[in-house]
């Protein structure tokens, strides 16, 4: 079953009636837009696609759950980011969740250097600038690392943010205010050092 036009809440009602192909087929049209959420969160390539594997399993035992009140990605994509919150939290059991403020829309500063065009006198590809978004991100509490990936690399409205983690949308403001201002910093510190970390690089 690979035919475009079908919708997914068809496919999810061809599960429920014991078609194994249509989740397959919902498997198919996300897994690539999950992975480099599910990659920046838990950081081993490895370990990300266990993790992306594990919430597909999960979507599919709990079919039942989906209401059909948001769309399927976001529901499955909420069912991902816990499931790699979860492999985080046991792999990395100390975790430091930043306080609230109640600011958040300046520019943030992964998405000014990705986009910006390379400065000659840093000798910075794409990749290197990846890569130490990558690195600086790692050093984020996952609360605020969770909501700067969604809001400014994976460009999800704040409402979106709000569902998919569980709390208001003042909250998700707040992290990803103090997320920003903790990222300009690492970033800057990065740059000074002159480092330019693999992009494959595990988070701590």
């Given at each position: 079953m690979t035919d475009p036009a079908v919708d997914d809440l068809d496919l999810v009602q061809a599960?429920?009636?014991g078609n194994a192909d249509a989740f397959g087929e919902l498997v198919r049209?996300?897994?690539?837009?999950?992975?480099?959420?599910i990659h920046r969160l838990v950081g081993s390539e490895e370990d990300s696609r266990d993790v992306l594997q594990d919430a597909f399993v999960r979507a599919y035992v709990k079919l039942s759950q989906f209401q059909g009140t948001s769309s399927f990605y976001t529901w499955?994509?909420?069912?991902a980011v816990n499931a790699a919150v979860n492999h985080h939290r046991r792999k990395f059991p100390r975790?430091?969740?930043?306080?609230?403020?109640?600011r958040g829309d300046e520019f943030s500063p992964a998405v000014e250097m990705r986009s910006r065009e390379p400065d000659p006198a840093e000798h910075l590809d794409?990749?290197?600038?990846?890569?130490?978004i990558q690195q600086a991100l790692s050093r984020l509490s996952?609360?605020?690392?969770?909501?700067?990936?969604?809001?400014?690399?994976?460009?999800?409205?704040?409402e979106e943010i709000a569902e998919i983690l569980e709390i208001p949308i003042g909250t998700v403001r707040s992290r990803l205010?103090?997320?920003?201002?903790?990222?300009?910093?690492?970033?800057?510190?990065?740059?000074?050092?002159?480092?330019?970390?693999?992009?494959?690089?595990s988070m701590h």
């Open positions: 599960c429920r009636e049209r996300y897994q690539d837009r999950l992975f480099p959420t499955v994509y909420r069912i975790l430091i969740d930043g306080g609230d403020d109640t794409q990749v290197e600038r990846d890569a130490i996952l609360e605020h690392r969770a909501v700067v990936i969604m809001r400014d690399l994976e460009e999800l409205r704040y205010h103090r997320a920003r201002s903790e990222l300009r910093e690492l970033l800057a510190g990065l740059l000074s050092d002159g480092r330019s970390p693999h992009p494959t690089q």
